[in-house]
Antibody, heavy 121, light 106 residues
Framework: QVQLVQSGAEVKKPGSSVKVSCKAS????????ISWVRQAPGQGLEWMGR????????NYAQKFQGRVTITADKSTSTAYMELSSLRSEDTAVYYC??????????????WGQGTLVTVSS | EIVMTQSPATLSVSPGERATLSCRAS??????LAWYQQKPGQAPRLLIY???TRATGIPARFSGSGSGTEFTLTISSLQSEDFAVYYC????????FGQGTKLEIK
C-alpha cells in the first residue's frame, strides 16, 4: 500500500521561498509521476505541476512557471516542491499525489496528508 | 486550458436519499475523468476514475457515468459519512479540477 508522507507546516515571510517534501513508501517510486496540488483556505484544488522521477523531467502549470521548482530524489523516494517569491495569496495547503505514467491512468491516488504553508509578515 | 464546471455548488439531501452531482467540461475529455471526495481537514480521496470505475474500497453506492463533456456522480443512498465536498477532475489534457460541490445534510 503506497503512502505519501509530507513535511510539516511552514510559516514564511513574503518574498521568501518554501520547500515541501513528499516521501513515498510501500511502492515503486519511479513507476509513477508525482503531482503537486494546492488548496487555498475555503477554496478548490489547483494543479501546480508534476515530476517524472525516472526521467527527472518536470512540467508546470502556466500560472506557476518561473516560480515553482519540482524535483525528485529516487534514492530516497522523495519529491520536493519549492515555491519562491511568496506572497500572502500563496497561503494554502499543498498536497502531493501519485499519478500513473500512462496517459489513460493519470488519476491522483493516493494523496499526501497536506502541508500548510502560511505566508505572513 | 480545459475548464471544469460543477453543479450545483451546494446540494442538500436527506440521509438515505439519492444524490446526483454534475460536472461539465469545456471541451471533450473522453472518459479521462475522476471524482474525489474531501472531508474537512483531510486530503482528497479518489472515488471514481475513467468516468465510471470505482477505486479500490469505494462502496457500490457510488457510481459515475458520462463521457465527452458531461459527467455525473450518483450516490444511491446517502450515508452520514458521505456528506463532504466532491470534485471532478479531467486528466485528458494536463489536469484541471471543478470548483467542487458541497453535499450537505438536509
Amino acid at each position: 500500500q503506497v503512502q505519501l508522507v509530507q513535511s510539516g507546516a511552514e510559516v514564511k515571510k513574503p518574498g521568501s521561498s518554501v520547500k515541501v517534501s513528499c516521501k513515498a513508501s510501500g511502492g515503486t517510486f519511479s513507476s509513477y509521476t508525482i503531482s503537486w496540488v494546492r488548496q487555498a483556505p475555503g477554496q478548490g484544488l489547483e494543479w501546480m505541476g508534476r515530476i517524472i522521477p525516472i526521467l527527472g523531467i518536470a512540467n508546470y502549470a502556466q500560472k506557476f512557471q518561473g516560480r515553482v521548482t519540482i524535483t525528485a530524489d529516487k534514492s530516497t523516494s522523495t519529491a520536493y516542491m519549492e515555491l519562491s517569491s511568496l506572497r500572502s495569496e500563496d497561503t494554502a495547503v499543498y498536497y502531493c499525489a501519485r499519478v500513473g505514467i500512462a496517459a489513460a491512468s493519470n488519476w491522483f491516488d493516493p494523496w499526501g496528508q497536506g502541508t500548510l504553508v502560511t505566508v505572513s509578515s | 486550458e480545459i475548464v471544469m464546471t460543477q453543479s450545483p455548488a451546494t446540494l442538500s439531501v436527506s440521509p438515505g436519499e439519492r444524490a446526483t452531482l454534475s460536472c461539465r467540461a469545456s471541451q471533450s475529455v473522453s472518459s479521462n475523468l475522476a471524482w474525489y471526495q474531501q472531508k474537512p481537514g483531510q486530503a482528497p480521496r479518489l472515488l471514481i476514475y475513467g468516468a465510471s470505475t470505482r477505486a479500490t474500497g469505494i462502496p457500490a453506492r457510488f457510481s459515475g457515468s458520462g463521457s465527452g463533456t458531461e459527467f455525473t456522480l450518483t450516490i444511491s443512498s446517502l450515508q452520514s459519512e458521505d456528506f463532504a465536498v466532491y470534485y471532478c477532475q479531467q486528466y485528458n489534457n494536463w489536469y484541471t479540477f471543478g470548483q467542487g460541490t458541497k453535499l450537505e445534510i438536509k
